[in-house]
């Protein structure tokens, strides 16, 4: 059985910097580079992490591509909204608050099909549901 990571995250503290470098290189299977103890160890930390729960998202990993490649733009991440999650926006001196549901959306006490449905509901002109919520550019 595996150990839990917590119990490999103790570990680490307590190996010195050529323990640690050993251990980078068994997780790697590449050489340790010229780091810390302290970054050697979150390094090894992350990566026993990511083997264990998943690494970086598709998204993630292309625009940490682009931005290696050293281009000026670098694309907006998607976000993913997982039910339970709370969106609270303040229109006009008045706070709003949205919970994520399975399928829609729930404020005041109504279950909606999409956040500009609510948007609207608030401001009483057309939004986009996401930006005034301040998911994607700047909700004014």
Known sequence: MKRALTEQFD???????????????????APAPGL????????????????????????????????AAGRKTVPKLRRKLTPGTRLVRDWHGNGHTVTVLEKGFEYDGKTWPSLTAIAKAITGTHWNGPRFFGLTGAAS
């Open 11 to 29: 570990q680490l503290v307590g190996m010195s910097a050529g323990e640690l470098a050993r251990e980078w290189e068994r997780v790697y299977r």
């Open 36 to 67: 810390s103890a302290d970054l050697l160890r979150l390094g090894i930390a992350w990566r026993l992490q990511e083997r264990r729960l998943g690494g970086l998202s598709r998204d993630a990993r292309a625009a940490l591509r682009k931005a």
